[in-house]
């Protein structure tokens, strides 16, 4: 008797955890999904918001900057929302633009607004902009074709996890391991299955 009430809580207890696993192999599933379709992709929005993974410490915290109210490192993703107004746009706003500098052409960079150009007649021409753990003026006038918007936050650290889930081991670990652990319930095979299948198909089309 007493053998069946442990032998029923150790099946609780695994159908539990296993629930647990699978759970979370389909909010990877999710999340990568969600990433590989919106993460640095300059057409591509959610609610108005896009999202880049930094690639290097120019706005990180320094000596330039430490009196500053943003920072961000390599690998945060940085929330960047529409601009509606290039006008509006002053120094000290943060921008995220395609760059037309020699060392970095065509590449997505995040820096602050140093100043605003204007004709004789007040045609907004570009902005000056820079890197603030440096303070070091960037090559190119940011014209407003350029820009791909403001500053709205950032998400630290998350950038390197998602590079991290991009690699084979981080396929292996977040995804494809919860998701064959799943399948030792039948009851939660359709889930774990449907997150194993799709991670799979992804990783195979190299995009995970």
Known sequence: MQSNKIKNVLNVITKVL???VVAF???MMIFTIVS???VDKND?????IKFYIVQTDSM???ENNKDMDVHF???DIILIKNVKNYSELKAGDIIAFLSTNSVSYGETVTHMIREVKRDENGRLLGYVTYGT???TDDEALVEPEYVLGAYAGKLPGVGKFFQFLKTTPGYLLCI???AAIGQTSLLLIPSGGLALLIGFLLFKKGKL
Request: proline share 4%; aromatic share 12%; no cysteine.
């Open 25 to 27: 192999a389909v909010f």
């Open 133 to 135: 753990n440096t303070g």
């Open 44 to 48: 591509r929005s959610i609610f108005g």
């Open 73 to 75: 490192n390599a690998g």
């Open 176 to 178: 494809f391991v919860p």
């Open 18 to 20: 296993t629930g647990i």
């Open 60 to 62: 990180s915290l320094s």
């Open 36 to 38: 590989v379709t919106t």
